[in-house]
């Protein structure tokens, strides 16, 4: 196995639009959520903010189509001009801390992704905590995969894509799905990734106190809560441990004062160090998943267009890869 070096993007340029959303964030998300108990009964009511979630209707020529035959809810979205029938497909996992988001929060920013890639994007549902276990949740994203093999999509034809919890997924849904014997996909986008299950390296962090969205110090209830018994170093269960040689071309963003970037930049550390053709952007002043904040943002916009061109190069009938 040849380590290779990740390639760092330093991305700089925080408009005003960015600097309000963390902002807005600082003052009404951050102190919910330091307060906010993490108990069955509470995490009861996560569901409802899907719900909510319809708030944000996709832009104008979006077409969504549910799917079935899943264990978990998906849908088909089809940004504006992208044709039925295509090639390609991103398979794409939620974010929303293992509890809460669904296919209504992320609609919007899933339909941008597909327009900005030319190709339909495949958004998953998977059952989440406490209800079941984590490994259900992954069982789900690989059974996502595998009807899109079946649906007579190629593995060089699937990029594997997703945000926070989400991201997490899309390490660890391919890895699953190496080990059942299934085909490499083309590649992996992973927006500010959660992929370490040792919370103390996040807490001394130089961003924990930066962050205008999450407090470090509570990702210790996620993991108790999501993850009962798990091994931090887990290799099935935590990424940044598993054998990753195996893993295909792989795109990482993250913003530069977020606390998950301590997590992106040693996961591009260990693909490096597997063999694995990676490129981390770091987005100068942006918070935990920007991307979904692009109508005020236009780095969230300009990084939906790089993952669009990632989609489109490893996806390409001779790759290539954007991180080689």
């Known amino acids: 196995m040849t380590s290779v070096e990740p390639v760092i993007e330093q991305r700089s340029g925080c408009g005003l639009g960015a600097r309000l959303a963390a902002c807005l964030m600082r003052w009404f998300m951050r102190p919910l959520v330091t307060r906010l108990p993490w108990t069955p009964f509470t995490l009861r009511f996560a569901v409802l903010l899907d719900l909510a979630g319809a708030l944000m209707v996709p832009p104008r020529g979006t077409r969504v189509a549910r799917v079935r035959g899943l264990a978990c809810g998906a849908e088909w979205v089809r940004g504006k001009g992208v044709p039925a029938g295509t090639r390609t497909a991103i398979l794409y996992f939620h974010g929303g801390g293992f509890v809460a988001c ?106 924990a106190p930066l962050d205008p969205f999450i407090p470090a110090h509570r990702m210790r209830d996620m993991v108790r809560v999501c993850f009962p018994g798990a091994a931090l170093d887990d290799p099935w269960l935590c990424p940044v441990h598993a054998d990753l040689g195996g893993l295909p071309p792989t795109l990482i963003q993250a913003g530069s004062i977020e606390v998950l970037r301590a997590d992106a930049e040693l996961m591009a550390e260990r693909l490096g160090a597997a063999g694995v053709p990676c490129t981390l952007q770091l987005w100068e002043g942006q918070a935990h998943v920007f991307q979904i904040f692009a109508d005020l943002s236009r780095e969230g916009l300009a990084a939906i267009r790089e993952i669009g061109a990632f989609a489109r190069d490893v996806t390409a009938p001779e790759p290539r890869s954007r991180a080689a």
């Open 102 to 207: 669904g296919l209504r929060t992320h609609r919007r920013m899933i339909a941008r992704i597909s327009q900005a890639a030319g190709m339909p994007v495949l958004s998953v549902a998977y059952r989440m905590q406490p209800r079941v276990p984590i490994e259900t949740s992954i069982r789900d994203c690989v059974d996502a995969y595998r009807w899109l093999l079946g649906e007579g999509y190629e593995g060089r034809d699937v990029v594997v894509a997703g945000d926070s919890a989400g991201g997490y997924l899309a390490f660890a849904a391919p890895l699953h799905a190496l080990r059942d014997g299934l085909p490499r996909p083309a590649g992996i986008a992973a927006l500010s990734p959660f992929t370490d299950l040792d919370i103390e390296p996040k807490i001394a962090h130089a961003n």
